[in-house]
């Protein structure tokens, strides 16, 4: 095979093979490195006990079971977006957030608590922990 040697001062002009040769090979790669479906769906969470949540914690607990009331009432109980997808994904509505004061704390503090489903009944919602405004989050077994 005849191959044609570039001199070093003309540019570089890449067939129409190669450049659609390296957008499938870039295109390969993408769709490599996306993970498989449903494998954000369900995000691996670390637990806690209700009994290691900070006091004011398994108070705010209770009354969310109880269905109030909450010393945030315009804020507790509103809707949690859930938009970094730290939680299970769920139809927009499905959790709901509720501050656990911070002692000291001149505002509501980074403490909540997110639960989804029917809120009322432990058996059926779960709810979770955050202890740094939505950053990390433990799910809570009660």
Not at 3 to 8: G, N, T
Not at 53 to 69: D, N, T, Y
Not at 91 to 100: A, D, F, L, N, Q
Not at 105 to 125: D, F, H, L, Q
Request: aromatic content about 10%.
């Amino acid at each position: 095979m005849n191959v044609p040697i570039r001199p070093f001062w003309q540019p570089y002009r890449p067939s129409r093979a190669s450049i659609v040769g390296a957008s499938l090979l870039l295109l390969v790669a993408a769709f490599v490195s996306i993970s498989p479906a449903g494998a954000r769906d369900t995000p691996s969470l670390e637990t806690i006990t209700t009994s290691a949540l900070p006091e004011q914690g398994r108070e705010v607990l209770k009354l969310i079971r109880a269905g109030g009331p909450f010393q945030h009432a315009k804020k507790d109980g509103s809707t949690f977006g859930n938009v970094e997808q730290r939680l299970p994904k769920q139809p927009r509505g499905y959790y709901k957030e509720y501050t656990v004061p911070t002692p000291g704390a001149k505002n509501r503090g980074a403490r909540r608590i997110v639960c989804g489903g029917e809120v009322r009944s432990a058996n059926s919602s779960t709810c979770y922990y955050t202890a740094d405004h939505y950053n990390s989050f433990k799910r809570i077994l009660e």
